[in-house]
T-cell receptor, first 112, second 117 residues
Framework: GESVGLHLPTLSVQEGDNSIINCAYS??????FIWYKQESGKGPQFIID?????DKRQGQRVTVLLNKTVKHLSLQIAATQPGDSAVYFC???????????FGTGTRLLVSP | EAGVAQSPRYKIIEKRQSVAFWCNPI?????LYWYQQILGQGPKLLIQ??????VDDSQLPKDRFSAERLKGVDSTLKIQPAKLEDSAVYLC???WGQGLSYNSPLHFGNGTRLTVT
């Protein structure tokens, strides 16, 4: 079946750097995308979402970019902090909000 | 507001035994989900309830898994008999509206980690 995947399983950065986590999706019918953060021993936590009629959306220190042409989205974290260390998942769903499909995740490690 | 509550936090059982997990969603949330998260993977939907009715259980292994939400509030997920490959974290989530929507994101509990030996 169609799925959401990630390019990098682990990303290591220094505190204060900007982080970019990438995600490729294969379902062209997907029109709503969500980024989740999952810390060890906890459930996924909503970070930011974007609809397919947008290319960019900004939150506090986070930005999501969507490129529908190449079916790619990314999560940018500005001034990465040790508290940002976690596994990040992108998830997709389509109009009608049927099944939310998660990717396999990228682990972000932030060194002080 | 209080989050999604799940219990137990951990469970270790032998294969062929039975196990049950409990979830109490956020108050007022009509939709409840059970996800299975195998180590190193993203969560996979097992079943979705709208109030006390099943909306989607297409990925639930019905020969061994069952779930109920009798009063439209809390829910239980049962596995009987368990297999080694059932070792995973079982996450419960809830949302306010009729399923996922732009203004009704999923709120997850911290899950139950099941180990089948």
């Amino acid at each position: 079946g169609e799925s959401v995947g990630l390019h990098l399983p682990t990303l290591s950065v220094q505190e204060g750097d900007n982080s970019i986590i990438n995600c490729a999706y294969s379902n062209s019918a997907s029109d709503y995308f969500i980024w989740y953060k999952q810390e060890s021993g906890k459930g996924p936590q909503f970070i930011i979402d974007i609809r397919s009629n947008m290319d960019k959306r900004q939150g506090q220190r986070v930005t999501v970019l969507l490129n529908k042409t190449v079916k790619h989205l990314s999560l940018q974290i500005a001034a990465t902090q040790p508290g940002d260390s976690a596994v990040y998942f992108c998830a997709e769903t389509n109009t009608g909000f049927q099944k939310l499909v998660f990717g396999t995740g990228t682990r972000l490690l932030v060194s002080p | 507001e209080a989050g999604v509550a799940q219990s137990p936090r951990y469970k270790i059982i032998e294969k062929r035994q039975s196990v049950a997990f409990w979830c109490n969603p956020i108050s007022g949330h009509a939709t409840l989900y059970w996800y299975q998260q195998i180590l190193g993977q993203g969560p996979k939907l097992l079943i979705q309830f709208q109030n006390n009715g099943v909306v989607d259980d297409s990925q639930l292994p019905k020969d061994r898994f069952s779930a109920e939400r009798l009063k439209g509030v809390d829910s239980t997920l049962k596995i009987q008999p368990a297999k080694l490959e059932d070792s995973a974290v079982y996450l419960c989530a809830s949302s306010w509206g009729q399923g996922l929507s732009y203004n009704s994101p999923l709120h997850f509990g911290n899950g139950t980690r099941l180990t089948v030996t």
